[in-house]
């Protein structure tokens, strides 16, 4: 099926603008509450490096946990296999900030994509690089190909300031012997990163490896075949926290969330896909940009279960 992708986008907008306005925007993070609550945007961009666009798709917006790929994909880059022994790779169950199973489970994350799991990949990155948040930034650069992607310094302070959970977790898992370097260290670092600024077409851009077996258009390889394919598992599994299955059964694609609004989306061998939308439902996931992911998958028939 030959699909206009550009007009699809055009009709999703103007279907979600009609949506009642549901959900609140994330207030945990106070420089997070001002965000203008009823914005929309989308875009898509196809493995031969063509970005279309919907609504507010080239306003930038608090990333969140979308970073947690990013981060994930530079700690493999370095690290390798043996990241493995310190990260799980299974669904947690429960919400991204929660402490219960860590101690059961002595001080290993279930996955790389709850707050505890991305922690430890920050140590493992603090380890690696003297300015860590910075180095996930320069990935970030490299994978657009330009600069100027930068951290709302504004955000990743006011995250830190109320950072005390994040701060419970490291300090449990460093008992544990699973984060080796300093907590405060480790948390200046997640909070910078997930602290970084980008738009819907910058995502979909950056993300395209994804897509596209571990290389950028051009043919930079950034991780093998096999990382990327274990890589959209775990997004497809882990990437919507305690929403991984309902996301699965509604848009059937691997995706990252964030409580910035941001919902990352790959479509293997074809596209990724962004879509951005600040109310977030109980899980700490847009409800527009889910919504507007799960008629792009039925419309344009992208879903990965056929
Ligand atoms: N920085 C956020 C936190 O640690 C990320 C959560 C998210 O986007 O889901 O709470």
């Not at 990333?63 to 022994?85: N, T, V």
């Not at 109320?162 to 670092?189: K, P, T, Y």
């Given at each position: 099926m030959t699909v206009d992708y550009a007009a699809l986008l055009q009709t999703i907008a103007a279907e979600v603008a009609t949506l009642a306005p549901e959900g609140a925007v994330a207030e945990y993070i106070p420089a997070l509450a001002r965000v203008v609550p009823d914005q929309f945007g989308m875009a898509v961009a196809?493995?031969?490096?063509?970005?279309?666009?919907?609504?507010?798709?080239?306003?930038?917006?608090?990333?969140?946990?979308?970073?947690?790929?990013?981060?994930?994909?530079?700690?493999?880059?370095?690290?390798?296999?043996?990241?493995?022994?310190?990260?799980?790779?299974?669904?947690?169950?429960?919400?991204?900030?929660?402490?219960v199973l860590l101690e059961?489970?002595?001080?290993?994350?279930?996955?790389?994509?709850?707050?505890?799991?991305?922690?430890?990949?920050?140590?493992?990155?603090?380890?690696?690089?003297?300015?860590?948040?910075?180095?996930?930034?320069?990935?970030?650069?490299?994978?657009?190909?330009?600069?100027?992607?930068?951290?709302?310094?504004?955000?990743?302070?006011?995250?830190?300031?109320?950072?005390?959970?994040?701060?419970?977790?490291?300090?449990?898992?460093?008992?544990?012997?699973?984060?080796?370097?300093?907590?405060?260290?480790?948390?200046?670092?997640?909070?910078?990163?997930?602290?970084?600024?980008?738009?819907?077409?910058?995502?979909?851009?950056?993300?395209?490896?994804?897509?596209?077996?571990?290389?950028?258009?051009?043919?930079?390889?950034?991780l093998e075949a096999a990382d990327v394919r274990r890589l959209n598992a775990l997004m497809l599994t882990c990437g919507a926290y305690d929403a991984a299955g309902d996301f699965a059964f509604r848009i059937g694609l691997p995706t990252k969330t964030g409580v910035g609004g941001g919902i990352l989306a790959i479509v293997p061998g074809r596209m990724s896909i962004c879509a951005w939308s600040p109310r977030l439902d109980a899980n700490g996931n847009s409800i527009a940009a889910a919504a507007a992911l799960e008629r792009f998958a039925a419309m344009a028939g992208v879903s990965i279960f056929g």
């Open positions: 196809t493995v031969d490096g063509v970005v279309h666009r919907a609504g507010t798709a080239d306003v930038p917006f608090s990333i969140q946990s979308i970073s947690k790929l990013f981060a994930l994909a530079l700690a493999l880059r370095r690290e390798g296999e043996a990241l493995w022994r310190r990260v799980g790779r299974e669904p947690s169950g429960t919400p991204f900030n929660s402490l059961r489970e002595r001080g290993i994350p279930r996955n790389p994509f709850v707050n505890a799991g991305a922690l430890v990949v920050t140590d493992v990155l603090c380890r690696r690089f003297l300015q860590p948040e910075r180095a996930v930034l320069e990935f970030v650069h490299g994978l657009l190909g330009r600069s100027g992607v930068g951290i709302d310094a504004e955000v990743a302070r006011s995250e830190r300031r109320h950072s005390d959970r994040n701060a419970a977790i490291a300090h449990f898992m460093r008992s544990f012997g699973n984060l080796h370097g300093e907590v405060g260290a480790v948390l200046d670092a997640y909070c910078a990163h997930c602290a970084i600024a980008m738009s819907c077409a910058e995502l979909a851009e950056a993300a395209l490896f994804l897509a596209a077996d571990g290389c950028q258009p051009g043919g930079t390889r950034i």
